[in-house]
């Protein structure tokens, strides 16, 4: 069974259009990330949360925001999608409390941005 | 310097060979470490976890040398099956706790025939 889902699987969306990507766990682990990965690229990390702590890094642009209602679900929004966001957007999630800290991903969203 | 390092790939290697991955790590406060892999257009999935010194798991054995600040991956007897991207993954601190993962460039292994 999936414990991170990710919804949509793939995404189209007009250049500056908004889009929202959503992220939802059945781990109930305290820290959910978002990472961008295009193309031969690795993961790169844009944000996360650590419980209800916000950490954005610092090179992540004004465009990316995010939302985390609750500990099982999380919310990736561009606000004005650009050709250069075409990428794939993983959600991974992660727990501080016990031995494993390990990371688990979800699938994945494809974004595409016409 | 980036706080994760990998190898530059990709490897090409044949179906039998050993191959070795290392990656380094700048935060001398990390604890633990991670390999994991990662197919075309799929999701990274972990292979392997390492603690301590070290993890071996069938064909592969991870090693992390603190005092270096470095994490190797080993492949035994490689098959067709093992051509993935191997991604070495940090923690980075934060407030006192380890709860940002951080990823290296990956490294690309292709096992020929």
């Known amino acids: 069974d999936a414990m991170v889902i990710q919804n949509p699987r793939y995404q189209v969306t007009q250049f500056g259009k908004p889009v929202t990507l959503s992220c939802s766990q059945t781990?109930?682990?305290?820290?959910m990330y978002w990472y961008q990965q295009k193309s031969s690229q690795a993961p790169k990390l844009l944000f996360h949360?650590?419980?209800?702590?916000?950490?954005n890094e610092a090179d992540t642009p004004d465009n990316f925001q995010s939302r985390r209602p609750n500990t099982s679900f999380c919310f990736l929004d561009i606000r004005s999608p650009g050709l250069g966001d075409a990428a794939m957007y993983l959600c991974?999630?992660?727990?501080?409390?016990?031995?494993?800290?390990?990371?688990?991903f979800g699938q994945g969203t494809r974004l595409t941005v016409v | 310097r980036k706080e994760v390092e990998q190898d530059p790939g990709p490897f090409n290697v044949p179906e039998g060979a050993t191959v070795a991955f290392n990656c380094t790590y700048s935060?001398?406060?990390?604890?633990?470490f991670f390999w994991y892999r990662q197919d075309c257009r799929k999701e990274p999935k972990l292979l392997m976890s390492?603690?301590?010194s070290g993890n071996e798991d069938g064909r592969f054995t991870a090693q992390l040398n603190r005092a270096s600040q470095y994490i190797s991956l080993l492949i035994r007897d490689s098959k067709l099956s093992d051509s993935a991207t191997y991604l070495c993954?940090?923690?980075?601190?934060?407030?006192?706790?380890?709860?940002?993962?951080?990823f290296g460039t990956g490294t690309l292994l292709a096992v020929q025939p």
């Open positions: 993954v940090a923690p980075s601190l934060y407030g006192g706790a380890t709860n940002k993962l951080i």
């Open positions: 935060n001398s406060a990390s604890q633990s």
């Open positions: 781990l109930n682990h305290n820290v």
């Open positions: 390492v603690y301590s």
């Open positions: 949360y650590y419980d209800k702590d916000f950490n």
């Open positions: 991974a999630t992660s727990s501080t409390r016990g031995a494993n800290t390990e990371a688990f």
